[in-house]
């Protein structure tokens, strides 16, 4: 698991990829963001942001089964990466730059992908 500042990079780099395909489907954001990061850095920052957002419905059903799998099996979980803390600069990375719905159908896209 990376730590909290790498995750908020990386969470910085899917907002960007978002911004540049917000046009486009959710299967091409999610190419995009694997093209930016590679698809195990990109599951395992969506696997944060779906923990962080735990209480928030619109991650839901298989999708988060999924992502709490990969992030609740990492050998190397760390709590810092999800508390709501001043410490923690992925609470300020730009959690809600994409609608929470829209992270849904991101990682429906990238679940697909690992099914192909």
Do not use: C
């Amino acid at each position: 698991m990376k730590n909290k500042d790498e995750i908020a990079k990386n969470w910085k780099k899917i907002v960007e990829a978002y911004n540049s395909t917000r046009t486009m489907t959710p299967d091409a954001t999610a190419k995009k963001i694997v093209e930016t990061l590679g698809y195990e850095q990109a599951i395992e920052t969506f696997a944060v942001i779906a923990a962080i957002k735990i209480h928030d419905g619109r991650i839901y059903g298989a999708n988060r089964d999924w992502l709490n799998s990969v992030y609740y099996a990492s050998k190397a979980y760390d709590s810092e990466v999800t508390a709501w803390s001043r410490e923690n600069p992925v609470i300020y990375a730009g959690l809600d730059d994409i609608h929470t719905a829209h992270i849904n159908q991101i990682i429906t896209a990238l679940r697909k992908m690992k099914e192909a």
